[in-house]
Structures are given as structure tokens and as C-alpha cells.
């Protein structure tokens, strides 16, 4: 600490750094299906944080509601319809990555039509919630699943 910076500045530096991030509002589902078991998704290569298990789910694009985004979204990668009613937001997670802050509310989905099929993922797994804490998640993701623990 030379220079004249004081543990107090290079605090203050930090929060500013931190704080510069633009937050980017991503929406998630838990799928549960009537087992109590909970969909995860194996994030493909070539993709950020590639092989890694994620809650399906993606980025709200400009002029999207959060809910449609994740319709969308369920569509694009998993192949089934879902509607409105039948979601629900249960937590979110907000976590600093390197080059942004991602905002990330999870909702709850029990019922869709269609067959879920892995459409952009690189393998599907139905999970007991107990079991969720076996696979390697993004970090943004992990702190959701004790709360899916507690509720299911
Ligand atoms: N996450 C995340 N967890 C999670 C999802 C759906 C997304 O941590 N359950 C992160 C991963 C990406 C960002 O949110 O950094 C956007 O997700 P997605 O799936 O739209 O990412 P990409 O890889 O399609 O988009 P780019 O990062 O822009 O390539």
C-alpha cells in the first residue's frame, strides 16, 4: 500500500470497480417434475462455463417481460410449452462474474406440454434435490439449490 493508498481507498476502489458492472437480467426455471425431481441442463462447449449444470433458462432481451423471456427460452432449448400462470418466482440469485453482475430470479414450473428434450445442451438430468449438490453448477446457480432443498 504505497503511493498514499490507504486501506480505506483501495476499499472504496473496489466497491466502485464492483459497482461498474453492468447487471444483466438472466431468468431460470426449475422444472419439477411429479416425483419431486428437478431438471438440470449441462451447459454445451463453446458457451461460457461450458459442462458445467445449469437451471435452463437465458437472458431477457430488450423489451421482454422476465416471464416471456423464460417461455421463450424453454421453447428455444427444452422444446415445451409453458404457460404464464403455471410459473412462479421463487428466489434469485445475484452474482458478480468477471465482466458483469448477473441477476437471475428462479421460478418454479410444474406443468408444461411437450417432451423435454435437450435442444441446445449437452445432456438433461431429473434430479432429487438431495442430489443436486453432486453436480458442478455455475456459481451463480449453486446457492439456489439449498433453498430447493428446503422447499421440496
Ligand atoms: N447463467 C448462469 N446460470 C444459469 C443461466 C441460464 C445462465 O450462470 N442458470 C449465465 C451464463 C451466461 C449468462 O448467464 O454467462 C447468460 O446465459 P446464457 O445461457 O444466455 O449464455 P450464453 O452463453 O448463451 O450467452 P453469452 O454468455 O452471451 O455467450
Not at 43 to 62: D, Y
Not at 63 to 72: F, K, Y
Not at 103 to 128: I, Q
Amino acid at each position: 500500500l504505497g503511493h498514499g493508498r490507504t486501506l480505506q481507498s483501495v476499499a472504496a476502489e473496489s466497491r466502485v470497480t464492483a459497482a461498474s458492472l453492468p447487471t444483466v437480467l438472466v431468468v431460470a426455471a426449475a422444472l419439477i417434475d411429479v416425483d419431486g425431481r428437478v431438471l438440470i441442463a449441462k451447459r454445451p462447449q463453446g458457451k461460457t462455463l461450458a459442462g458445467l449444470w445449469e437451471f435452463p433458462g437465458g437472458k431477457v432481451e430488450p423489451g421482454e417481460r422476465p416471464e416471456q423471456a423464460l417461455i421463450r427460452e424453454l421453447k428455444e432449448e427444452l422444446g415445451i410449452d409453458v404457460s404464464e400462470n403455471c410459473l412462479s418466482p421463487f428466489v434469485f440469485a445475484s452474482h458478480a462474474y468477471d465482466s458483469f453482475h448477473l441477476l437471475m430470479p428462479l421460478y418454479l414450473c410444474r406443468r408444461w406440454d411437450g417432451v423435454v428434450t435437450a435442444r441446445e445442451h449437452d445432456g438433461l438430468a431429473w434430479v432429487k434435490p438431495s442430489k443436486l449438490s453432486d453436480y458442478p453448477m455455475p456459481p451463480a446457480d449453486e446457492p439456489l439449490v439449498a433453498w430447493l432443498r428446503d422447499l421440496l
